[in-house]
């Protein structure tokens, strides 16, 4: 079969070898190319030019959602719900403790990833409670909670600033903020699917706030909704601004948009394709030169999409998230072993070097072939 050759390409592929930066017009050509191999051939490319080598990482994670109770109304949200609805729930602290240690006690995790929705009906010392008692309990597990988005809402809860509120975070426990919240930047999409939340500009704020106090974060895109070309490539170089600012931000996740439940489904929206996902994987390696992880995020890729996503320009599969396999498979005591094994097995059989990973992306476990 014969390949189409993308000639577009070539300029951008002289750029790539030469380590030279990718500008707007450059991402946009990028993604309005249709030669896929091409794409994952330069993402992979870029990602060993800045010194990648053959390590695929993943960490062992817990996922944690405190309360689902949430004043923002995002439209692409399928999770959070009104106080009065049935659905809802807030879970105490010394609850949410319980069950983390109960869960750790089935099996092992080394970080508690968590985000929330923004419930009115609780006050800041809800969430320093919460990370204190998290780290009291479990001081060996890196507490990664709470979203730009969340941290602005404990400032609208407490009166403090951004810096007040993740230095007393800090200093009960808190290791790094998750990525999300971000959605897309550019405020035509912002107006359209998340009136209510804040200007991307706090988001930010948060972020180099969080950078300048030594606390490391993530960052993300979701993207395939109504945004355009053009305002995804602005998203990714905003985050690299930022990164050339601060240089905190660990890893960052695109993140496919799953209209399921939401007011697209109704709208006729879709589940973005393989491909698209592929796509924007590569493009997002090769325009942010400056974050050294790029996440395929097996959950919403699948794992088979995830694995041909390690040769574009991917180099981390996330974790082995335990509540799910807790949630579906009650009681079974080798749900994350057998979860790492799988792992290891898709990342060794995409030829690739499996490093089980802390948060900070410290070695934990290699499998060498
Ligand atoms: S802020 Fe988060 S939880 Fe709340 S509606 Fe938006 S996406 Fe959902």
């Given at each position: 079969?014969?390949?189409?050759?993308?000639?577009?390409?070539?300029?951008?592929?002289?750029?790539?070898?030469?380590?030279?930066?990718?500008?707007?017009?450059?991402?946009?050509?990028?993604?309005?190319?249709?030669?896929?191999?091409?794409?994952?051939?330069?993402?992979?490319?870029?990602?060993?030019?800045?010194?990648?080598?053959?390590?695929?990482?993943?960490?062992?994670?817990?996922?944690?959602?405190q309360?689902?109770?949430?004043r923002?109304?995002?439209?692409?949200?399928?999770?959070?719900?009104?106080?009065?609805?049935?659905?809802?729930?807030?879970?105490?602290p010394?609850?949410?403790?319980?069950?983390?240690?109960?869960?750790?006690?089935?099996?092992?995790?080394?970080?508690?990833?968590m985000v929330n929705?923004e419930n009115p009906?609780v006050d800041f010392e809800f969430y320093r409670d919460t990370i204190r008692r998290l780290h009291?309990?479990?001081?060996?597990?890196?507490l990664k909670c709470y979203t730009a988005s969340e941290i602005h809402h404990m400032t609208t809860l407490s009166g403090l600033s951004h810096e007040e509120v993740l230095r007393e975070l800090k200093a009960v426990g808190l290791g790094s903020l998750p990525?999300g919240g971000?959605?897309?930047?550019?405020?035509?999409?912002?107006?359209?699917?998340?009136?209510?939340?804040e200007h991307p500009d706090i988001w930010f704020h948060v972020h180099d706030a969080a950078h300048k106090m030594g606390i490391p974060t993530?960052?993300?895109?979701?993207?395939?909704?109504?945004?355009?070309?053009?305002?995804?490539?602005?998203?990714?170089?905003?985050?690299?601004?930022q990164?050339?600012k601060t240089?905190g931000?660990?890893?960052?996740?695109?993140?496919?948009?799953?209209?399921?439940?939401?007011?697209?489904?109704?709208?006729?929206?879709?589940?973005?394709?393989?491909?698209?996902?592929?796509?924007?994987?590569?493009?997002?390696?090769?325009?942010?030169?400056?974050?050294?992880?790029?996440?395929?995020?097996?959950?919403?890729?699948?794992?088979?999409?995830?694995?041909?996503?390690?040769?574009?320009?991917?180099?981390?599969?996330?974790?082995?998230?335990?509540?799910?396999?807790?949630?579906?498979?009650?009681?079974?005591?080798?749900?994350?072993?057998?979860?790492?094994?799988?792992?290891?097995?898709?990342?060794?059989?995409?030829?690739?070097?499996?490093?089980?990973?802390?948060?900070?992306?410290?070695?934990?476990?290699?499998?060498?072939?």
């Open positions: 079969m014969a390949i189409a050759v993308d000639r577009a390409l070539d300029q951008i592929r002289e750029k790539v070898e030469a380590n030279v930066r990718l500008d707007l017009e450059d991402g946009l050509t990028l993604l309005e190319s249709d030669d896929l191999l091409a794409l994952g051939e330069l993402a992979d490319l870029s990602r060993r030019v800045r010194g990648g080598d053959d390590k695929v990482y993943f960490v062992q994670n817990l996922y944690l959602n309360t689902n109770v949430c923002v109304k995002c439209k692409f949200c399928a999770f959070a719900a009104t106080q009065k609805q049935e659905q809802a729930y807030t879970t105490t010394e609850e949410l403790v319980a069950d983390a240690l109960a869960q750790r006690e089935v099996t092992g995790f080394t970080e508690i990833h929705g009906h009291e309990a479990m001081p060996d597990v890196h990525g971000a959605e897309i930047f550019a405020e035509r999409v912002r107006r359209l699917v998340t009136p209510g939340k993530h960052c993300t895109m979701l993207y395939g909704h109504v945004e355009t070309y053009e305002e995804r490539i602005d998203h990714l170089l905003r985050l690299r601004d990164q050339d240089g931000f660990l890893a960052f996740v695109p993140l496919a948009f799953h209209p399921e439940n939401t007011v697209f489904e109704r709208r006729g929206f879709t589940f973005q394709t393989g491909a698209e996902d592929l796509k924007m994987l590569a493009v997002s390696r090769l325009m942010l030169d400056n974050i050294a992880n790029i996440k395929a995020y097996w959950i919403s890729l699948t794992m088979p999409v995830a694995q041909i996503a390690l040769h574009m320009g991917a180099n981390d599969v996330q974790g082995t998230v335990v509540r799910e396999s807790i949630f579906h498979s009650a009681g079974a005591t080798t749900g994350t072993e057998q979860k790492i094994a799988e792992l290891v097995r898709v990342v060794q059989e995409a030829g690739r070097i499996p490093v089980q990973r802390d948060t900070l992306y410290n070695e934990v476990r290699r499998w060498e072939s």
